[in-house]
């Protein structure tokens, strides 16, 4: 039985949140058939679609229920981060493992992190380096796409919500 259902809204790795279009058989290539979830992304206009093994389900979440994203947001506002430093490789390595657990407030985490880099730099007069600025677009978005889905506002208010746990 799969976990996700036609219709349901789901977060999928760093892609953002998408609806799920259907579960059934499906065969590519020379491959047997086997049982896939057909993704489409939830912001988007494209035909893009993915397709997931539902073995592989793990690589999906369900969006973040209202009251648990208000307690998060309030947590990570609350909670002292250190500022990521040291050299790019570890960085890089510390940014995916916070990407690979697929949750919410681990991807709160990276974004507070990352924010308080870049707000120390500028202070500096400097300009947050590439990877970081990567690394930052991308949780930022994926956030934002989640709590607009989960609040039922625009990305822009979603955006600014997301903007108060740096202050």
Same mark, same amino acid.
Do not use: P, W
């Given at each position: 039985m799969s976990r996700f259902q036609a219709g349901a809204l789901v977060v999928y790795g760093n892609l953002g949140v998408h609806e799920v279009e259907g579960v059934g058989l499906r065969r590519f290539c020379d !491959?047997? !058939?086997r049982e896939y979830y057909t993704l489409r992304p939830y912001f988007s206009d494209s035909h893009d679609r993915s397709y997931i093994p539902t073995e592989k389900e793990a690589a999906l979440r369900p969006v973040t229920p209202a009251q648990q994203a208000e307690a998060d947001l309030a947590r990570i506002k609350a909670e002292k981060l250190p500022i990521p430093?040291? $050299?790019q490789t570890a960085l890089a390595e510390h940014y995916q493992a916070l990407l690979h657990t697929n949750d919410f407030y681990q991807y709160l985490t990276l974004f507070k992190e990352l924010g308080q880099k870049q707000t120390q730099q500028q202070s500096r007069g400097r300009k947050i380096n590439a990877m970081d600025a990567y690394f930052y677009q991308m949780v930022e978005r994926v956030l934002r796409e989640e709590l607009a889905v989960t609040f039922g506002e625009s990305q822009q208010e979603a955006g600014r919500r *997301? *903007?108060? $746990? *740096?202050r």
């Open positions: !491959a047997s !058939a430093a040291g $050299v *997301l *903007l108060e $746990v *740096l």
